[in-house]
């Protein structure tokens, strides 16, 4: 079993939609979570970090689940620009700050 | 930008041989991670150095090694390339100071084994 796991989509959504995407972790000892963005052909950028209340950046929420180990990320007002790979990324503890991936979920939205 | 660097941004190599990719890592961070990531895929742990020691490794077979130096750059080596050796080798440096560790991303090898 993976132990991050995300629906690779895609996601096709008009401008202003608002998008959600889930993601699943194996390991309860998952210790910290995040959402990276990725575009095509470059390297992942750190989007935001996952914290257990949950936080908001401007257009992007997140949302932890530890109960049920899933992570979200909410875009609202969907931007052309938003056009993108995001990867939700588990760190487990004392695992030396191993980073483990999702596959990705592919998000183009559309004018 | 994230300030990681890597070099060399492309390479072709054939089966059997040996390649060395290089990262420099950002400022005042002292560990360097190794992903790699294949075609629609996301990054793989590859393994982590910190302050010069290995600090984790992912399923990888020993053929892929690696070292940092007391700059904390870092380098990876791959031996007997195979046709799946091909991917994006990312490096990422952090400087874990506490539960959040973000680790920032360079641009990137691209490596094609023909």
């Known amino acids: 079993r993976k132990e991050v796991e995300q629906d690779p989509g895609p996601f096709n959504v008009p401008e202003g939609a608002t998008v959600a995407f889930n993601c699943t972790y194996s390991n309860s000892a998952s210790q910290s979570f995040f959402w990276y963005r990725q575009d095509c052909r470059k390297e992942p950028k750190l989007l935001m970090s996952?914290?257990?209340s949950g936080n908001e950046d401007g257009r992007f929420t997140a949302q932890l689940n530890r109960a049920s180990q899933y992570i979200s990320l909410l875009i609202r007002d969907s931007k052309l620009s938003d056009s993108a790979t995001y990867l939700c990324?588990?760190?487990?503890?004392?695992?030396?700050?191993?980073?483990?991936f999702g596959t990705g979920t592919s998000l183009t939205v559309i004018p | 930008e994230t300030g990681v660097t890597q070099s060399p941004t492309h390479l072709i190599k054939t089966r059997g041989q040996q390649v060395t990719l290089r990262c420099s890592s950002q400022s005042g961070h002292n560990t360097v991670s190794w992903y790699q990531q294949a075609l629609g895929q996301g990054p793989q742990f590859i393994f982590q150095?910190?302050?010069?020691?290995?600090?984790g490794r992912g399923n990888f077979p020993p053929r892929f090694s690696g070292l940092q130096f007391p700059n904390y750059s870092s380098e990876l080596n791959v031996n007997a390339l195979e046709l799946d050796d091909s991917a994006l080798y990312l490096c990422a440096s952090s400087q874990p100071t506490g539960l959040f560790n973000e680790q920032f991303f360079g641009p990137g090898t691209r490596l094609t084994v023909l």
């Open positions: 996952v914290y257990s």
């Open positions: 150095y910190y302050r010069e020691e290995e600090n």
């Open positions: 990324v588990v760190n487990l503890a004392n695992t030396g700050n191993q980073f483990y």
